[in-house]
Each structure stands twice: as structure tokens, then as C-alpha cells.
């Protein structure tokens, strides 16, 4: 495949642009997965709380792509933290995707007040230990809670997913991370698609390449060392967000972007979401 591997920190090789999946509904995500597959995807992120494991384990499996070419992610979903839920989680997940093992098992959020993301991370260093995950991470998790999970346990997270995009750059957390060696993980790279790819910086930077807004927002996270999870249904834009690796934006483009950010949240904040 085209799309370079991001090493993670355990020597497990994660393609740095894969297909996600959320909002993609179940009877859906069969179809979409195969057209990734087909355009030369070899990652696909889902989580059990999408409710579409089973839609994205049948497209694996019709693909006739190998098992060991694809990199599999899900989540555990909030409700599920702690030691022994956690476990069965995985089982169910598991089960869903049709797979007798998985390569990335992430802790969805931290959900900091319910206390239970160690006891539930104990649970994937186990799972990792027994064979089943090929490597182990968190979503959505702050610096102060990485610090904690550092400090009380002992695999350190090969990957933090967070939403990061040209008006969230997240540069505490990539610094963070950089400096403990876990690979950064955007989700909603291009901001969801709403205003950011609209924005006259970006629309320039496209035009002077003779490509889209959207490759011109992947390719920034590329350059900058993040693994990159873009969704999309639509065929045509499926092909056209991989196919930013034969392209390269300047010094000049690269800092236009970065003069965008303005800390801005999409989704919600991390250290207060307690939903589910
Ligand atoms: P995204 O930034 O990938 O944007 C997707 C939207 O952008 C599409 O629905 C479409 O409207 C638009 N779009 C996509 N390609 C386009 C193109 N080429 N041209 C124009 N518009 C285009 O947003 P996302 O789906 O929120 O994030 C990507 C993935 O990240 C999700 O599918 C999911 O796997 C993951 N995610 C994880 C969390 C988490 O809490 N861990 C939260 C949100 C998303």
C-alpha cells in the first residue's frame, strides 16, 4: 500500500491513514469498509459505541484482503469501564468483528471522576499479554490523565486518539506524547468537514497544489507525525483522502495552516464527559 507506517512504540506497524467509521450505520458500514478496502485503505477505526463492529468485520471478510494486511481498531465504550466489564467487552467486541484478535484496543474516555480507566487499562495490559491485541491506547485522554495511567501502570499507551484539526493543533498533548513516545492519533481530522474546509488559507493552499481542501488538511497532519482517520460514505472523496502521499506542502503552506488554530473544540471536553 502507498499509505507509510507510523512505528508505535512497541514495534507494531499502524498505517498512518486509515477509514473511519463513525455515524456510519450498521447496514452501511459493509459497503463503505469494502470501498476502502478496494481504494487501498489498511486501517479502520470503529468502537463498540458506533454499533457497527458487525457491518465492518463482514467487509474485512468479503474483501479477500488478508487479515494480517488490515489494522483493526475499536473502543471500549464508557459503560463498560472497569477490570472484568471491561474483559467482557472486549469478548463481545471481538465477536462482533468476527476476529480472533484485534490491533488496537483503545480506552474510548477517561472519564476521570468515575476513577475506573486503571482498572480497565489492567485489563488491556492483560489482553495484550494473553495475545489478543497487537497493541494498546487511549482516546481522548488529557495529560494529567496519562500521567496517572504512567504512573500506576506499567505498558505505556502505544497511541492517544484525540480530535485534532487545523483549529484544534493540540500542541500540549503532541508534545506530551512525543516526549513518552506515544504516537498521536487525530480524529475529526478535517474538523468534521464544516467550515474548515472552507477556509480562504486552505482553499489557497489547494488551488496552488491543484488539489482539494480536504487532501490539503490530511496532508498537513501527515507532515506533522499524526496518524490521520478521516470518514467519509461518498466513493469519490473515500479515494480522494488517500491520495495524499504523492504530494508534499512547503514551509510556507505549513505555517499558513498553523496560524489557524484557534483551540476550538468540536466535541466535548475530556475532563468533564460522563455520557454513556
Ligand atoms: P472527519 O473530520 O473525518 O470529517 C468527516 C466529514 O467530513 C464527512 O462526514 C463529510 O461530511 C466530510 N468529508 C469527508 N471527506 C471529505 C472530502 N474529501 N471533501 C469534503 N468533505 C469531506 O470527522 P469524523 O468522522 O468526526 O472523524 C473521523 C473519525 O474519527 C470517525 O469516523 C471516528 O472513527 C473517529 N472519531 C473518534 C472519536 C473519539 O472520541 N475517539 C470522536 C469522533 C470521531
Given at each position: 500500500?502507498?499509505?507509510p507506517?507510523?512505528?508505535?512504540?512497541n514495534?507494531?506497524?499502524?498505517p498512518?491513514?486509515g477509514?473511519?467509521?463513525?455515524?456510519?450505520?450498521?447496514d452501511e458500514?459493509?459497503r463503505?469498509?469494502?470501498t476502502?478496502?478496494?481504494a487501498?485503505?489498511?486501517s479502520i477505526d470503529?468502537a463498540?459505541?458506533?454499533g457497527?463492529?458487525a457491518?465492518?468485520?463482514?467487509?474485512?471478510a468479503?474483501?479477500?484482503?488478508p487479515r494480517?494486511?488490515?489494522f483493526?481498531?475499536?473502543?471500549l465504550w464508557?459503560?463498560?469501564?472497569g477490570?472484568?466489564a471491561?474483559?467482557?467487552a472486549?469478548?463481545?467486541?471481538?465477536a462482533k468483528l468476527?476476529?480472533?484478535?484485534?490491533d488496537?484496543?483503545l480506552i474510548h474516555?477517561?472519564l476521570?471522576?468515575?476513577g475506573?480507566f486503571i482498572?480497565?487499562y489492567k485489563?488491556?495490559?492483560?489482553?495484550?499479554?494473553d495475545?489478543?491485541v497487537?497493541?494498546?491506547g487511549v482516546?481522548?485522554?488529557l495529560?494529567?490523565?496519562?500521567e496517572?495511567?504512567?504512573?500506576e501502570?506499567s505498558?505505556?499507551?502505544?497511541v492517544?486518539?484525540?480530535?485534532?484539526?487545523p483549529?484544534l493543533?493540540?500542541?500540549?498533548?503532541?508534545?506530551f506524547?512525543?516526549?513518552?513516545?506515544i504516537?498521536t492519533?487525530?480524529w475529526?481530522p478535517l474538523?468534521?468537514?464544516?467550515?474548515?474546509?472552507?477556509v480562504p488559507?486552505?482553499?489557497?493552499?489547494?488551488?496552488?497544489?491543484n488539489?482539494?481542501?480536504?487532501?490539503?488538511?490530511l496532508?498537513?497532519h501527515?507532515?506533522?507525525?499524526?496518524?490521520?482517520?478521516?470518514?467519509?460514505?461518498?466513493?469519490s472523496r473515500?479515494k480522494?483522502?488517500?491520495?495524499?502521499?504523492?504530494f508534499?506542502?512547503?514551509?510556507?503552506?505549513l505555517?499558513?495552516?498553523s496560524?489557524l488554530?484557534e483551540?476550538?473544540?468540536i466535541?466535548?471536553d475530556?475532563?468533564?464527559?460522563?455520557m454513556g
Amino acid at each position: 500500500s502507498k499509505v507509510p507506517p507510523k512505528i508505535l512504540n512497541n514495534g507494531v506497524e499502524m498505517p498512518q491513514l486509515g477509514f473511519g467509521v463513525w455515524q456510519v450505520p450498521d447496514d452501511e458500514a459493509e459497503r463503505a469498509v469494502v470501498t476502502a478496502l478496494e481504494a487501498g485503505y489498511r486501517s479502520i477505526d470503529t468502537a463498540a459505541i458506533y454499533g457497527n463492529e458487525a457491518g465492518t468485520g463482514k467487509a474485512i471478510a468479503a474483501s479477500g484482503v488478508p487479515r494480517e494486511d488490515i489494522f483493526v481498531t475499536t473502543k471500549l465504550w464508557n459503560a463498560d469501564q472497569g477490570y472484568d466489564a471491561t474483559l467482557r467487552a472486549f469478548d463481545a467486541s471481538l465477536a462482533k468483528l468476527g476476529l480472533d484478535y484485534l490491533d488496537l484496543y483503545l480506552i474510548h474516555w477517561p472519564l476521570p471522576a468515575r476513577g475506573k480507566f486503571i482498572d480497565s487499562y489492567k485489563a488491556f495490559e492483560q489482553l495484550l499479554t494473553d495475545g489478543l491485541v497487537k497493541a494498546i491506547g487511549v482516546s481522548n485522554f488529557l495529560p494529567e490523565h496519562l500521567e496517572r495511567l504512567l504512573e500506576e501502570t506499567s505498558v505505556i499507551p502505544a497511541v492517544n486518539q484525540i480530535e485534532l484539526h487545523p483549529h484544534l493543533q493540540q500542541h500540549a498533548s503532541r508534545e506530551f506524547h512525543d516526549e513518552q513516545g506515544i504516537a498521536t492519533e487525530a480524529w475529526s481530522p478535517l474538523g468534521q468537514g464544516k467550515g474548515l474546509l472552507e477556509v480562504p488559507a486552505i482553499v489557497a493552499i489547494a488551488q496552488k497544489h491543484n488539489r482539494t481542501p480536504a487532501q490539503v488538511v490530511l496532508r498537513w497532519h501527515i507532515q506533522l507525525g499524526n496518524v490521520v482517520i478521516p470518514k467519509s460514505v461518498t466513493p469519490s472523496r473515500i479515494k480522494e483522502n488517500i491520495a495524499v502521499f504523492d504530494f508534499s506542502l512547503d514551509t510556507e503552506d505549513l505555517a499558513a495552516i498553523s496560524a489557524l488554530n484557534e483551540d476550538r473544540r468540536i466535541g466535548p471536553d475530556p475532563a468533564t464527559f460522563d455520557m454513556g
